[in-house]
């Protein structure tokens, strides 16, 4: 079975354009999650969707948004991008609303 | 507030020695999770174990053990025998008991193990 998948696994963008992130969970879990892993440090939590509803949100400016499809695959949106929005950005599925979460290989985004 | 400490940054051994990852967390959460998960140079974040708060039990998995103390907060991490692939950044991480899966993360640590 395929594992989580994300694309586009690395993109660059100039300051102040708009970048879309995609990920597709692991077969039959429905809540999706996504966090931000700046170098050197562990990930932040910015969103988690279950069952299309948005379940939770870190301490992200609005600039951050995202959403999950009926299929429960995910995007994560950024808008008026800044350079310290430069990390790999990482979604993560589980089978429920909590439990041990599954995660991709990320979306490398630097922003120049 | 929920907040895991890692204070090892950097480790390294040589093959076949045992090292022990420290972990630290402060909850006020009565119910909650601990997790330890590996982070190899492609990026992905890689499950190894998830303990519940209710559950002291030590765990052994292989040459992977667990020791979860809720008396200090700490879980830490032991591998046995440290072998080159274990190479990697290992996070604690913890998730309160609540609807929502918002894991909070240590720093990492770098474990290098050298042949």
């Known amino acids: 079975d395929a594992g989580v998948t994300q694309s586009p696994t690395h993109l660059i963008k100039t300051r102040g354009q708009q970048v879309t992130l995609r990920c597709s969970p692991i077969?039959?879990?429905?809540?999706v999650s996504w966090y931000q892993q700046v170098l050197g440090q562990g990930p932040q939590f910015i969103f988690q969707?279950?069952?299309?509803?948005?379940?939770g949100r870190g301490n992200f400016p609005d600039r951050f948004s995202a959403r999950q499809f009926p299929n429960y695959s995910s995007e994560l949106n950024v808008n008026a991008l800044l350079l310290g929005d430069s990390a790999l950005y990482l979604c993560?599925?589980?089978?429920?609303?909590?439990?041990?979460?599954?995660f991709g290989e990320g979306s490398r985004l630097t922003v120049l | 507030a929920q907040k895991v400490t890692q204070a090892q940054t950097e480790i390294s051994v040589v093959e076949k020695e045992d090292v022990t990852l420290d972990c630290v967390y402060e909850?006020?959460?009565?119910?909650?999770?601990l997790f330890w998960y590996k982070q190899p140079p492609s990026g992905e974040l890689v499950f190894l174990i998830r303990r519940n708060s209710f559950d002291e039990q030590n765990e052994i998995s292989g040459r992977y053990s667990w020791n979860f103390q809720k008396s200090t907060s700490s879980f830490n991490f032991t591998i046995t025998a440290s072998q080159v692939v274990d190479s990697a950044v290992y996070f604690c991480a913890l998730s309160g008991g609540g609807l929502g899966q918002n894991f909070v993360f240590g720093p990492g640590t770098r474990l290098s193990v050298l042949p």
């Open positions: 969707y279950y069952e299309k509803e948005e379940r």
């Open positions: 909850t006020r959460d009565t119910t909650y999770y």
């Open positions: 077969s039959g879990h429905k809540s």
């Open positions: 993560a599925s589980s089978l429920g609303a909590t439990g041990e979460l599954f």
